[in-house]
């Protein structure tokens, strides 16, 4: 896995995940309090329940960083 974070990103895996929209909604309200988006709340649970469970591969990459994502001008201080 590389460390630059642009090709981490695209290491990632994407799931399309059907959820009643009751959970949806409890999701987002609840992303929307702690500042995630939905996609990174269900990340962040996956990660608890895998470390709980003591089941959390070895070999995962880190959480992905809060906040917008850095910009190439962001990254080049020049």
Excluded: C, Y
């Amino acid at each position: 896995m590389s460390d630059n974070p642009r090709e981490r990103r695209q290491d990632r895996r994407q799931v399309l995940l059907r959820l009643d929209p009751a959970i949806h909604d409890a999701l987002m309200r609840w992303a929307d309090s702690e500042f995630r988006s939905v996609n990174a709340q269900i990340d962040m649970l996956l990660r608890r329940a895998l470390t709980e469970a003591g089941r959390m591969p070895k070999n995962a990459g880190p959480s992905p960083r809060r906040g917008r994502p850095r910009s190439a001008r962001d990254e080049d201080p020049s």
